[in-house]
């Protein structure tokens, strides 16, 4: 079997704060091969952001990496020194965030923030730098690219933006593309393009992706395998068929039944009771018994991960399996 594109172990990332420790990413282990896409699911807080900023060193203090590796190509991330991080971020390794215009410079044009993003990492013309934009832009399905070289973001569409934001990504060929949530403000219809598009990109070019969403519904059209997470840990992950249509935690069942295409037109959507722990006062062992109907004494207690080939979960009582 060939090495993944990127193997994660055991992630840690505390945020040191006045009130305390905040274990924001806490022993994440997960890879993605090249070509294969990789959904990060959970709820707002559960640490998902958290962890595509700690792959590629984005961390603002007080945050820091306290363990774990993060191994690219065979590389360990957390052990280069800050020149060598910068040559693979935004070259090999690169992100779209949630919102364009955040990451967009309002002053400057389009063509000008995609030049100076070719010749930061390549050593070339600016006529080349403007060609490689203008194919980046034609890839993701903006018409006429050599003249929106010369627009500016406020011209652009909130959708059109956002495909913006991915010919960015796009422009040095990386092997590997963290999405934040890149589709959360677009309206449907948008969101469906951009999807397919993506999709059709990580299989001609072979790139890894990792999409963090809270969308289950997009990560099971869009996703080969499914990473589930709850206050700082990966719950459940595996394969999309055995993750979302052969849950065995129950946070992960919690999480599709409250969806609507899981459910019957008229009924009610079902609601996981509670609400998510602060990371501050996070229960002890599982994270999750306080909300669950199946907890027992044994749950205060960190469960192991139990696994079959293809899929694996950290449950002392699974779905699935006799209390």
Known sequence: MTAPLLEVDNLQTHFETLAGVVKAVDGVSFTVARGEVLGLVGESGSGKSITGFSLLGLLDAPGRVVGGAVRFNGEDLLALDAKRQRQIRGNRIAMIFQDPMMTLNPVLSIGTQMVETVRAHDTVSRAEARRRSRDALGKVGIPSPEERLDAYPHEFSGGMR?????????????????????????????????????????????????????????????????????AGRIVEQGTVVDVLDRSRHPYTRGLIASTPMANQRGVPLHQIPGSAPSPLDRPEGCSFHPRCSRASDACVKVPEISRTRNHEWRCFHPLGADI
């Open 162 to 230: 956002q495909r913006v934001a991915i010919a960015i990504a796009l422009l040095h060929g990386p092997d590997l593309i963290i999405a934040d949530e890149p589709t959360t403000a677009l309206d449907v219809t948008i969101q469906s393009q951009i999807l397919a598009q993506v999709q059709q990109l990580c299989s001609e070019l072979g790139m890894g992706l990792i999409w963090i969403s809270h969308d289950l519904g997009v990560v099971a059209g869009l996703a080969h395998k499914v990473a589930v997470m709850y």
